[in-house]
Each structure stands twice: as structure tokens, then as C-alpha cells.
């Protein structure tokens, strides 16, 4: 088999409402499709759904690297033979995961098609599905109660919250957040590098009250020893997840040097695809370290493959695959099936989706 073609596109995607983290707001997305072509009339597709303050990428970086370094290195390449392939493209592309993530994931969905496959189950899944949080951003404290209603009457069961720009109103959204809600939803938190040292140490026992899971990226990314310290001088009160500290696996292994981290999340489009994510996976697992697979704010298609990963990893403890959800014209939102809070695949060959 060989790859005989490549297309590559530009899709914007409308949020029905503004989003705000505490490093931005955004009202719409860009996502790059790649589409692989070979000469056994099966294609295989791949998205890049970029954030410049993650990776440093943006749309036109992604498009040039896809157009003029990946496009050309394809064309001829044997599909099947894929960790060579991406091998040299990651050579080329190294500092640019989300771009290299696109052609990861179209020659993962060509493999699954070939063998008649899905990728979970071709990588060793035995998982069908994923709880998955729903995330609410910043927004006043009577907006984000709402918006909780909202999404647990649609059968969500845990809840990712935004903070990170004020403590003290964290600390009483998060009180009255489990007033409303009860005690059988689940909390997970993300401050999204906006908090001190200081302040991450107060959330924390915030959180520990209201019983999260755990706090996401709570300082700045470069401050890779907050993570253990954070951990030790809570007494490990709530586990602390590294999300934008960490891209690829030799970014854990840094991370281990300065002390560690209890969790680590995984996102396709920061990572380089699905191998690295395999390999990133490996590399937490190897030193004790759980993970969560999480997104960008990517298409279905985008989701779909990270939701493969989540579902063949069994170090992978919680799932964040709703990128897409509140995206109100996306052509590739059924790529997953989403019930009472479930993320599930469709049981079809490759990634389970075609444009």
C-alpha cells in the first residue's frame, strides 16, 4: 500500500457561547482536517485543533507544516509502516505537536480500516466506553451553578471547573457548587497556571473539603517542582495533575526529575498523536503516575482518537473528552456517541468516522 494524495482544510467551529479559562476567552475554533488517500482506495483522516499558549502553534504554522513539510514527506510512504513514517515527520516537526497529531491520527484510522479493526480494539482495548467530565469556564458563580443544573440533567456525572483568576471566588463557587449538586457528581479542577504556590496550597484544601479528584496545572507550567511540593505540603490531601507542563513523554521524564507529579494529562494535539500518547502513558505509568486523556477545543474526529487511547490504556484513569460538545456546527460531532455522561466509540473500522 501506498499514500497517493493528501488534502488538508481549514474548518472554523462556533461555541454557542463564549468559553473563558484563565489565560483566555474564545468564541469559535480552528481545526486543520488531513485527509491521507492510498492506492487501496482507503483513506484515513486526522485532526489538528492547536492553542498557541500550549504548543506555540497557530493556524498558520500548522498550515505550512502540513501543506509543506508533511504533505511531500508522505506521498509514496507505505500507510502500514507508520512508526517509521511518523518517525521522520516528527523529526521535521518537533516542535509542532499538533500539526504532526493530524497525520498520527490518519494513519491509525488507515491501519484500523486495513485489518477491519477500531483502533481501540486494535491497540488492546477491552474498555467500550468512558466517563467523561463536562467542563464549565469561568463565569459568575450564579452562571456556573446554572450551567451545573444544566449539564447533570443532561446525564453528566463529573463536572471540570474552571479557575485559576480569583481564590476567594473559587473557593466559594466550589462550596456552593456542591451545595447544588449534590454528592454523587463528581468534581475535577483546573486553575489553568493561574494560581501561586500559596494559593494552590489553600484551593487544595478547598477541594479536599468538597471532594474533588483533583487539581489540574495549578502554577505556572515552567515551575515544574510546584508539582511535588504542592503534593507534599498538603500532606497529598488531593492528587495534582501536570497538563501544560508536559507535552511529549520526555517531558515527564523532566517533570520526575523536579520531583514529580501524581497524574498527568494527555492531549493528542500537545503530545504529537496517538503513539507519543501511547508512549507518554508508558513513561507515567512506568514511575507510579496515573493519567487522563483530555482535549483541546477540537472537532468530533479529534475527540474520537483521543477517546481510542483512553479506551486501550488501563493506566488512564479519567477521561475530559468534551471538546466538541458545545461546538454548534462541527461536521465531525458524531464521532463519538455521547450517553448520560459515557463517551462511547462507534464499533466501526479505524477511528469510526469519514467525511
Not at 30 to 56: H, K, P, Q, W
Request: charged share 20%.
Amino acid at each position: 500500500m501506498k499514500i497517493t494524495g493528501c488534502e488538508i482544510w481549514p474548518i472554523t467551529l462556533t461555541l454557542e457561547e463564549p468559553f473563558t479559562i484563565a489565560y483566555s476567552t474564545m468564541d469559535h475554533a480552528i481545526n486543520y482536517i488531513l485527509r491521507i488517500d492510498t492506492d487501496a482506495g482507503i483513506s484515513g483522516f486526522g485532526c489538528s485543533a492547536f492553542d498557541e499558549e500550549v504548543t506555540g502553534e497557530n493556524e498558520h504554522t500548522i498550515d505550512r507544516a502540513l501543506h509543506e513539510i508533511a504533505s511531500p514527506m508522505l506521498l509514496g510512504e507505505d500507510p502500514l509502516a507508520y512508526r517509521d513514517v511518523l518517525s521522520r515527520v516528527h523529526a521535521q516537526l518537533a516542535d509542532q505537536p499538533t500539526a504532526l497529531a493530524a497525520v498520527d491520527m490518519a494513519l491509525f484510522d488507515i491501519l484500523g480500516k486495513q485489518v477491519g479493526l477500531p483502533v481501540y480494539r486494535l491497540l488492546g482495548g477491552s474498555r467500550t466506553a468512558m466517563l467523561s467530565s463536562i467542563t464549565i469556564g469561568i463565569r459568575p458563580i450564579t452562571e456556573v451553578l446554572e450551567k451545573a443544573k444544566q449539564w447533570t440533567r443532561r446525564g453528566y456525572k463529573a463536572l471540570k471547573i474552571k479557575g485559576g483568576v480569583s481564590f476567594e471566588e473559587d473557593t466559594e463557587k466550589l462550596y456552593r457548587l456542591r451545595e447544588t449538586i449534590g454528592q454523587d457528581i463528581q468534581i475535577y479542577f483546573d486553575a489553568n497556571q493561574g494560581y501561586t504556590r500559596e494559593e494552590a496550597l489553600a484551593i487544595m484544601q478547598v477541594l479536599t473539603h468538597v471532594g474533588a479528584k483533583f487539581i489540574e496545572q495549578p502554577c505556572h507550567k515552567k515551575d515544574l517542582s510546584a508539582f511535588s511540593s504542592l503534593s507534599e505540603f498538603s500532606g497529598k490531601c488531593i492528587p495534582v495533575m501536570a497538563d501544560e507542563a508536559v507535552l511529549g513523554p520526555e517531558d515527564v521524564h523532566q517533570v520526575i526529575a523536579a520531583g514529580g507529579a501524581d497524574m498527568f494529562n494527555i492531549k493528542l494535539a500537545k503530545t504529537g498523536g496517538i503513539l507519543r500518547a501511547l508512549e507518554l502513558d508508558a513513561v507515567a505509568r512506568s514511575y507510579g503516575s496515573r493519567t487522563m486523556v483530555g482535549c483541546m477545543d477540537e472537532a468530533g474526529l479529534g475527540i474520537a482518537a483521543a477517546l481510542h487511547v483512553a479506551l486501550a490504556c488501563p493506566n488512564v484513569q479519567y477521561a475530559d473528552l468534551d471538546g466538541h460538545v458545545e461546538f454548534i456546527d462541527d461536521p465531525s460531532y458524531d464521532a463519538v456517541k455521547i450517553v448520560n455522561g459515557y463517551v462511547i466509540p462507534h464499533d466501526q473500522p479505524g477511528l469510526g468516522f469519514t467525511f
